[in-house]
């Protein structure tokens, strides 16, 4: 799974620079927060992507990047 997470090239430019303003900011849970911020994030759902954009007014294509699988190893 090649997806990464870019919240916190997002967050810097909100001046957003540790999880747990991220935490505070959205009223995510600390696990989630740290999870999203570390790009531990695994299940992406809407409700969530819908909070982080409407905070940093951005689209899901900002807060993720999709690179695709090396075919030989599907």
Do not use: R
Not at 29 to 53: E, M
């Amino acid at each position: 799974l090649m997806i990464k997470v870019k919240i916190q090239e997002v967050a810097e430019k909100f001046d957003i620079k540790k999880a747990y303003q991220l935490q505070k900011l959205t009223g995510f849970s600390p696990s989630k927060a740290a999870n999203i911020w570390k790009g531990k994030w695994k299940k992406a759902d809407l409700g969530t992507l819908n909070i982080l954009c409407n905070h940093f007014k951005c689209t899901p294509n900002d807060l993720l990047e999709f690179t695709p699988d090396d075919e030989e190893k599907l």
